[in-house]
């Protein structure tokens, strides 16, 4: 009972590095997300993927990009990774239908140095 | 500005009393609210949600009520145990198109503590 895994769980980055997280879901889930944490902001949404084959951008779309690879997997990259963009990262799944809740991993840790 | 407010940031409540969790939203088009609970070092987990169509919604120990009018939801766990002790976040999301049904908006969370 898996649901949704990210790796890595840390990293740690020098500013302008790339970086790729990757997350999973067993869940047979149309739908994926990527979420950002930071403190006294919430939870922000980066970007979005309705389905296998498309993706749409959420509140906080800059400096990053994505890929729906099936309907399994949905990374997040960042290409020069920026002080600004350390936070924890969370990747959701949901049914694709309305009113139906997303699940998400445990995060990814990132700091960027 | 936030569109979805927990102004209480903190709670403290003693096992088997009532613990009452507040949210406060602005956009009247949300029309599907959520709970989350969050451990330190885990995802948020999926709660219990209510549609507007609904005033109440009941999960075991848990209910959700909705007050449209005044724009307010609030979460209450009876009763309350130790191991409630967690973040717990309100989420809305609403809008009449199929991308603003996707799209969740959080408050910032409540810190509960449930004492022995």
């Known amino acids: 009972n898996a649901g949704v895994t990210q790796t890595p769980k840390f990293q740690v980055l020098k500013t302008g590095q790339s970086m790729t997280l990757q997350c999973a879901q067993d869940?047979?889930?149309?739908?994926m997300y990527w979420y950002r944490q930071d403190p006294g902001m919430g939870l922000r949404l980066i970007y979005y993927?309705?389905?296998?084959?498309?993706?749409d951008k959420g509140e906080v779309p800059n400096g990053y990009n994505v890929s729906r690879l099936n309907k399994r997997e949905f990374s997040l990259r960042l290409e020069s990774a920026a002080p600004s963009q350390t936070s924890v990262y969370f990747c959701?799944?949901?049914?694709?239908?309305?009113?139906?809740?997303?699940?998400f991993g445990d995060g990814t840790r990132l700091s960027i140095l | 500005d936030q569109q979805v407010k927990q102004n209480s940031p903190s709670l403290s409540v003693q096992e088997g009393r009532i613990s009452i969790l507040n949210c406060d939203y602005t956009?009247?088009?949300?029309?599907?609210f959520l709970w989350y609970k969050k451990y330190p070092a885990e995802g948020p987990t999926f709660l219990i949600s209510?549609?507007?169509i609904k005033d109440k919604n009941e999960d075991g120990r848990f209910t959700v009520f909705l007050n449209k009018s005044a724009k307010h939801l609030s979460l209450h766990i009876v009763p309350s145990q130790p191991g409630d002790s967690a973040v717990y976040f309100c989420?809305?999301?609403?809008?009449?198109?199929?991308?603003?049904?996707?799209?969740?908006?959080w408050g910032l969370g409540t810190s509960l503590a449930v004492n022995p």
């Open positions: 209510i549609s507007s």
């Open positions: 989420a809305a999301s609403g809008g009449g198109n199929a991308g603003n049904n996707r799209k969740l908006i």
């Open positions: 993927s309705a389905s296998e084959g498309t993706t």
């Open positions: 959701a799944s949901s049914v694709d239908r309305i009113n139906q809740p997303q699940h």
């Open positions: 956009n009247s088009m949300f029309d599907y």
């Open positions: 869940m047979n889930h149309n739908s």
